[in-house]
T-cell receptor
Framework: NAGVTQTPKFRVLKTGQSMTLLCAQDMNHEYMYWYRQDPGMGLRLIHYSVGEGTTAKGEVPDGYNVSRLKKQNFLLGLESAAPSQTSVYFC????????????FGPGTRLLVL | QKEVEQDPGPLSVPEGAIVSLNCTYSNSAFQYFMWYRQYSRKGPELLMYTYSSGNKEDGRFTAQVDKSSKYISLFIRDSQPSDSATYLCATESSYKLIFGSGTRLLVRP
C-alpha cells in the first residue's frame, strides 16, 4: 500500500513551457486535492475533486488545469509556466463523507526560470 | 482576513520545555479542527483532531478548542528534538480543509 504518490519529485521549467504533475492513490479515496505551498503562505488549495470525472476550483486556480479521468489519479497541468508558479506542490486524498484523515503525498518541487 | 490565522514563528525552545502553538479562526460555524505536522521536505501528516470544543490528549500532545474565542491550541509536553517541524492548524469547510500558514518549531538539545 503506497498511499499517495507524486510524479515527478523535482522539475525545472523555462517560462512558457507546459507540464503535468501526476498524483496517484491506492486507498480508493473519493476526494483528491492539489495544493501549493510557499514560504509564509501555508497550504493553498488549487483544485480539488470529489469523485471520478468531477473537478472544482480552489483558492488559487488561475494558470492551472486538472483532470480526474480515473478514481485513483488526479492530474495537475500547467499550460504556460510562469516564475510565480515556482512552489512545492502537494497532492492529498481522503475518504468521502467521514472525518477521516487527509493523506498527503511527498510533494513535487517545481522551479520555473 | 484569512479564515485561519497562525503565527509563523519560528519558535525555538530547549528540550523538555512545554510548547504552546496557537491559531485563531474567523467563522463560528467551523466545528472540526486538526493539527498537522510537517517535517522538512515531507508532506504534512495528521497529528490530532478535535470536534467542537474541549480538550483531546494523545501522549505528550494535547489539542484544545475554545469556540467562544475562536481559538485553537496544541500543547506539547516534554518536547524532544524530534518534535522539530512545522505545525499547521486546519479546519474543514465544504469538502475542503482550510490551513493556517504553519508555525516552525525548533527544539534544541
Amino acid at each position: 500500500n503506497a498511499g499517495v504518490t507524486q510524479t515527478p519529485k523535482f522539475r525545472v521549467l523555462k517560462t512558457g513551457q507546459s507540464m503535468t504533475l501526476l498524483c496517484a492513490q491506492d486507498m480508493n479515496h473519493e476526494y483528491m486535492y492539489w495544493y501549493r505551498q510557499d514560504p509564509g503562505m501555508g497550504l493553498r488549495l488549487i483544485h480539488y475533486s470529489v469523485g471520478e470525472g468531477t473537478t472544482a476550483k480552489g483558492e488559487v486556480p488561475d494558470g492551472y488545469n486538472v483532470s480526474r479521468l480515473k478514481k485513483q489519479n488526479f492530474l495537475l497541468g500547467l499550460e504556460s509556466a510562469a516564475p510565480s508558479q515556482t512552489s512545492v506542490y502537494f497532492c492529498a486524498s481522503r475518504v468521502a463523507g467521514t472525518r477521516e484523515t487527509q493523506y498527503f503525498g511527498p510533494g513535487t518541487r517545481l522551479l520555473v526560470l | 482576513q484569512k479564515e485561519v490565522e497562525q503565527d509563523p514563528g519560528p519558535l525555538s525552545v530547549p528540550e523538555g520545555a512545554i510548547v504552546s502553538l496557537n491559531c485563531t479562526y474567523s467563522n463560528s460555524a467551523f466545528q472540526y479542527f486538526m493539527w498537522y505536522r510537517q517535517y522538512s521536505r515531507k508532506g504534512p501528516e495528521l497529528l490530532m483532531y478535535t470536534y467542537s470544543s474541549g480538550n483531546k490528549e494523545d501522549g505528550r500532545f494535547t489539542a484544545q478548542v475554545d469556540k467562544s474565542s475562536k481559538y485553537i491550541s496544541l500543547f506539547i509536553r516534554d518536547s524532544q528534538p524530534s518534535d522539530s517541524a512545522t505545525y499547521l492548524c486546519a479546519t474543514e469547510s465544504s469538502y475542503k480543509l482550510i490551513f493556517g500558514s504553519g508555525t516552525r518549531l525548533l527544539v534544541r538539545p
